[in-house]
């Protein structure tokens, strides 16, 4: 009978911390990160935000999406966005799709912008959890710092 009782109570203990550790895991505000990636990292011209509805006109999003994002008002390849998805394995597919806009994002500039191309290949892309982050800037490693402490503290 002892032993049934605490194996029972080490049961509870485990399903406690498994709940507490790894069940939604961390919540990160996205429209604050993406507020922070278009303020505090340097840009060559003005980011405008796209409307929710027209995201998919740009980056294909997936059931259950949530998303933002802005892109340059100058010609440049520059944006940041910032996608929630509803579980970590769709927030991967996502960040297929980011890598595909990105992908045709290049091919549309390389030939007469190289320096644009170049700014794609620097352009960070992060997925965490259920979150897929991405900014193509001038500023990699700013915009790197400021992900990797929304995503990760």
Request: aromatic residues 6%.
């Amino acid at each position: 009978m002892k032993k049934k009782f605490q194996t029972a109570i080490l049961a509870a203990a485990a399903c406690t911390l498994l709940a507490g550790c790894g069940g939604g895991g961390k919540k990160v505000d996205t429209a604050a990160l993406a507020d922070s990636l278009v303020h505090d990292v340097t840009y060559t011209g003005e980011l405008n935000q796209i409307g929710e509805d027209e995201i998919s006109n740009f980056i294909k999003l997936e059931d259950g999406v949530e998303g933002v994002l802005y892109m340059s008002s100058v010609g440049t390849a520059e944006e940041v966005a910032v996608f929630t998805a509803s579980d970590e394995q769709t927030a991967k597919v996502m960040e297929t799709n980011v890598e595909a806009f990105l992908r045709d994002q290049k091919s549309a500039v390389e030939d007469y912008k190289p320096e644009e191309a170049k700014r794609i290949d620097e352009a960070v892309l992060e997925q965490e959890g259920k979150y897929v982050v991405l900014c193509v800037s001038g500023d990699s490693e700013k915009a790197e710092d400021i992900i990797e402490r929304a995503l990760n503290d």
